[in-house]
């Protein structure tokens, strides 16, 4: 059940009051009288690392505050099975993968096992992501209502491993995907459900104006000059080249520093290589700092997004990028490319504004950076664009929402 | 023994010959100066005369028997002492006597006139205890000096038992405070509508000296003690307006986006799929911007319209689509059959228009609408008005957009059921006068309440 992974996210309902109003909170609980009791399986392959795990770790404890009996499960696996799923993850991206029919066996032998020895007790069974996807074998004997939710993009995936798995999604319910781009045409019912940030994580709560000098200190970055600030790890599809050089086209009219701060993953020596690239870049201009932060520092990458006078995110390519939804939840104007989940998050001109190109992003900020009543006004559209649909609580209730509509097959439901 | 009697005889019948004649003449003015009493108090008027009367007649005559026992123990031979310490015994007996008698009667006079106030209800308990006790302690007192104990240690004790009873009901005794002020100003009543700074509001239902207890909108009792009535600010919106015979439900409208898997590149398939798309799809992509985006005024237009402004470059057709009014249909049908001959006509004219660049298809969604009853109810449009500053804009818009358009009705709830229960024409033509597709829904709100607020004032 992932006790610990839970009790880390403990956060009680009540604590969302004061940021998205009673009333809102006061719709869940009316929500969660109408499902008390329902038992809930969320299934998935691990309790920790990803986002996947960080969002159950939090939504279980708040379900089960509303009455739900929500419990989360994982699957057991050794490492050539979380291999090929890696694999499969990746391969499903739509990035070419050497996948041969020893990886399906290993899959499906793993699969299996777990199909025989894991309790399955619910009302729903609620699968997250391909690991799992095989235990819709057991429907027929447990009954229920199946739901896949799949969290990555799957809309242009590698075609013999989507085949192989679709024969199981389509036992399902239903399936949920976080955006309609990221979908596949299905028999099957589809909900679409974005993810979500939670304001009370240390990622994205308030923090005192020391608490931001300090973090500035730390680095050396000079508080009074405007800051642009993309926060990602160190990845070619995350474009820090193409961001350097925007920066380049600003800076030389406008006074400004650049912020690049991100982590690396340890088993990608791509990431290594991209960040040899971008320090070389950058070599030699005092404006523009590279960070390297460890994993786990939420709130310094907190303080750095508090401290940008704009945030940027010029992806190449992107998943749903609540990298976006966690600076315009600061109030901070953005400039992001128009890729994955991102135009869900910035309605260009409303919210934020999209670019296309290295010079799209040089003139959206130059056009943010020297008119600060439009930075200001797309940074207070953010902030509420995301209060509506962004945030812990509006995933709640569009979970709540899910598991009722299931239960029904009309566009109205009176409850 | 006999012998004894014989020769002492008189020392005993002159103390009960005594005693006797104190009895009788106790008899005999009881008779008469209650007979007076009685008549007098009756044209007074006084409603405790009965109580006063019933009270303190055994008590009357007992005082005289305890004086007569003085008497005969003066006119007995008993030694010196003796007659001394049976003094101070009857003295005490008169002592508590009195006391008991003061406790009866006040209590008795006291749970008269407390129940002749109606609002805010007295604290009778509290209050007869409190006189209970202070006269108790006043006879102990007495009692005391009296018999010539030392009374600092008494009073001490005393002292400290006041003083833990008041640090213990510390808050009964504000509350109280409280409501004798409440009294005295008279500016809440039972029946008023009030709203406190603490947030609480509702329709009084009762007073007490401790306690003041609302019925609030959303169907809870609230009880508020006195205190805090008196230290938060209060608005009184005074007595009920007239009632509606049904009262308004108000219902919150949830809603989960359902992907239908279709897809569109180009605008004949965007014709085609609309003609066979159900209600909730034009729905969806005519209203959800409204909520999801209802922050910005003005909103921006109908998803085709961004559509084929953003991906297909189709400028003009997307002016033509932005600029039809939803508000001006009463059904999503004529809606529907509106935007597929708009886009038809544009593609008669036009017929070499363009494909979607690179992947921006048209993903064709509905919304699954999940409609749940609040805990609202408003009678009138006193609860009416006061709920609508509490409803989620998921509400508002049920009762707006979603009654009015999907759910055929002509008109919004808001104004069907205030022109229905109140003959209110004026205010319902206003409110469904209100066109929801150019302002925001917290706009809309403010609208509503202040034209109500206008009507009630």
């Not at chain 1, 239903?174 to 459900?193: E, H």
């Not at chain 1, 080249?241 to 600003?250: K, L, R």
């Not at chain 2, 008189?10 to 009895?23: N, Q, S, T, Y």
């Not at chain 2, 059921?417 to 024409?425: A, N, P, V």
Request: net charge neutral; aromatic share 10%.
């Amino acid at each position: 059940m992932g006790p610990d992974r839970i009790s880390q996210y403990n956060n009680k309902i009540e604590e969302y009051h004061a940021i998205v109003g009673k009333n809102v909170i006061d719709e869940l609980r009316l929500l969660g009288n109408h499902l008390a009791g329902k038992r809930i399986q969320n299934i998935n392959s691990t309790f920790s690392g990803g986002g996947v795990a960080e969002i159950l770790g939090r939504l279980v404890p708040l379900l089960n505050q509303l009455g739900i009996d929500a419990r989360w499960d994982v699957i057991q696996g050794d490492e050539a099975f979380f291999d090929v799923t890696k694999k499969f993850h990746n391969a499903l991206h739509g990035s070419e993968q050497d996948i041969g029919d020893c990886d399906f066996e290993i899959f499906i032998e793993t699969s299996r096992k777990n199909i025989d020895e894991m309790r399955l007790n619910a009302d729903v069974y609620f699968i997250h992501d391909p690991q799992p996807v095989m235990l819709v074998s057991r429907k027929p004997e447990l009954q229920g209502k199946w739901i896949w939710r799949c969290h990555i993009d799957v809309s242009h995936p590698n075609q013999r491993v989507w085949e192989f798995l679709n024969q199981y999604v389509c036992k399902y319910d239903a399936a949920v995907f976080s955006a309609p781009d990221f979908s596949q045409k299905l028999p099957i019912r589809q909900f679409m459900i974005s993810p979500s940030i939670d304001p009370l994580s240390d990622k994205n709560k308030e923090l005192s104006a020391g608490q931001i000098e300090a973090v500035l200190n730390k680095y050396g970055l000079d508080p009074a000059k405007p800051m642009i600030v993309q926060i990602s790890r160190f990845d070619y599809l995350k474009d820090p080249v193409g961001v350097i050089e925007a920066f380049e086209m600003v800076r030389k009219g406008i006074e400004c520093q650049l912020v690049l701060a991100g982590g690396t993953a340890t088993d990608d020596p791509e990431c290594a290589e991209v960040l040899g690239k971008v320090m070389e870049r950058s070599d030699g201009n005092p404006d523009i700092k590279v960070l390297l932060i460890p994993p786990g520092s939420d709130i310094e990458i907190n303080a750095l997004q508090r401290a940008a006078t704009v945030v940027l995110q010029k992806s190449l390519k992107e998943g749903f990028g609540l990298t976006i939804s966690e600076a315009l939840w600061k109030s901070k104007p953005v400039v992001a490319s128009a890729v994955g989940g991102i135009p869900l998050q910035i309605i260009n001109k409303f919210t934020g504004l999209l670019s296309y190109s290295v010079d799209g992003a040089a003139y959206a900020l130059k056009q943010l950076l020297s008119n600060p009543d439009l930075a200001s006004q797309l940074g207070k559209n953010g902030r509420e664009h995301v209060k509506q649909n962004f945030l812990i609580t509006r995933h709640l209730k569009e979970y709540l929402l899910l598991f009722v509509a299931l239960d029904h097959e009309s566009d109205v439901i009176y409850l | 023994m006999l012998e004894w009697f014989q020769e002492n005889w008189i020392i005993l019948a002159v103390p009960v010959a005594v005693f006797l004649a104190f009895c009788i003449v106790g008899l005999w003015a009881r008779r008469v100066l209650y007979n007076r009493l009685d008549k007098l108090l009756i044209r007074s008027g006084w409603g405790g005369r009965e109580t006063l009367v019933q009270t303190s007649r055994g008590p009357f005559f007992f005082w005289f028997m305890l004086l007569g026992a003085f008497a005969a123990m003066r006119f007995s031979s008993l030694p010196a002492e003796v007659q001394v310490l049976t003094e101070k015994v009857l003295t005490s007996v008169f002592i508590i006597s009195i006391i008991w008698l003061l406790i009866i009667l006040t209590n008795r006079l006291l749970s008269i006139y407390l129940a002749e106030i109606k609002s805010p209800k007295p604290p009778g308990k509290f209050v007869t205890t409190g006189v209970r006790v202070t006269i108790l302690m006043l006879g102990v007192l007495i009692l005391a000096d009296y018999w010539g104990w030392p009374l600092t240690p008494v009073i001490l004790l005393l002292a400290a038992a006041i003083l833990v009873a008041v640090i213990a009901s510390r808050d009964t005794i504000l509350n109280i405070f409280s409501g004798f002020e409440i009294a005295a100003a008279r500016n809440v009543k039972e029946g008023d509508f009030i709203k406190l700074s603490s947030g609480e509001e509702g329709y009084v239902t009762d007073m007490t000296w401790r306690t003041l207890t609302i019925k609030s909108p959303d169907q809870h009792t609230i009880i508020v003690p006195n205190n805090k009535v008196v230290r938060e600010t209060v608005i009184n919106y005074g007595r009920p307006l007239k009632r509606a015979l049904k009262p308004f439900q108000f219902y919150t409208r949830l809603h989960l986006k359902e992907l239908t898997g279709l897809k569109a590149r180009k605008l004949t398939e965007l014709v085609n799929v609309l003609k066979s798309a159900p209600d909730s799809v034009i729905y969806y992509h005519t209203h959800h911007f409204l909520e999801e985006h209802q922050f910005l005024t003005p909103e921006p237009a109908n998803d085709f319209a961004l559509w084929v402004d953003d991906s297909l470059d189709e400028h003009v057709l997307s002016e033509k689509l932005a600029n039809i009014d939803t508000f001006a249909y009463y059904s999503l049908d004529a809606l529907k059959s509106m935007i597929i001959l708009v886009i038809e006509q544009y593609m008669a004219d036009n017929p070499a228009s363009r494909s979607v660049k690179g992947e921006n298809d048209f993903h064709f969604l509905k919304s699954n609408s999940i409609v749940v009853p609040t805990r609202y109810l408003a009678s009138d449009l006193r609860e009416f008005v006061e709920v609508l500053r509490k409803i989620t804009i998921d509400s508002l818009y049920y009762h707006i957009f979603e009654s009015r358009l999907r759910l055929q009705k002509r008109s919004n709830d808001f104004s069907v059921w205030i022109r229905d229960s109140f003959g209110e024409h004026d205010l319902a033509d206003k409110i469904d006068g209100l066109v929801p597709y150019t302002s925001t829904i917290e706009a809309m709100r403010s609208f509503i309440i202040q034209n109500i607020e206008k009507r009630i004032k």
